[in-house]
């Protein structure tokens, strides 16, 4: 069974940083294989891109976080991170993991990141 556990959400201020990980177990093809992304979710919005890395470590990023955001990846530890700097208080939301392999996506639970001032 293919587990995605998020942590490192938490409270910051606005321009300071956090650091989320994204620790994968169970997977079916190796985690290698697997094109990575993060997402997040608002309060009554809908769930948004961040931004993804591919198996070959070819990253992308949606507009609101280029430049604020960098997403890596540690193959052998199955971890996928995500540094977040220059925090505003628009990133405020659940953040979560998702894997992608041979057409089959998973999900992580979410990690809460709240910026506030």
């Known amino acids: 069974q293919v587990q995605l556990v998020e942590s490192g959400g938490g409270l910051v201020q606005p321009g300071g940083s956090l650091r989320l990980s994204c620790l994968a177990s169970g997977m079916i093809f190796s985690f290698s294989a697997n094109d990575m992304g993060w997402y997040r979710q608002a309060p009554g919005k809908g769930r948004e891109l961040v931004g993804t890395i591919t198996s070959g470590r070819v990253t992308n990023y949606a507009d609101s976080v280029k430049g604020r955001f960098t997403i890596s990846r540690d193959n052998t530890k199955n971890a996928v991170y995500l540094q977040m700097n220059s925090l505003k208080p628009e990133d405020t939301a659940v953040y979560y993991c998702?894997?992608?392999?041979?057409?089959?996506?998973?999900w992580g639970q979410g990690t809460q990141v709240t910026v506030f001032s």
């Open positions: 998702r894997s992608e392999a041979g057409g089959i996506f998973h």
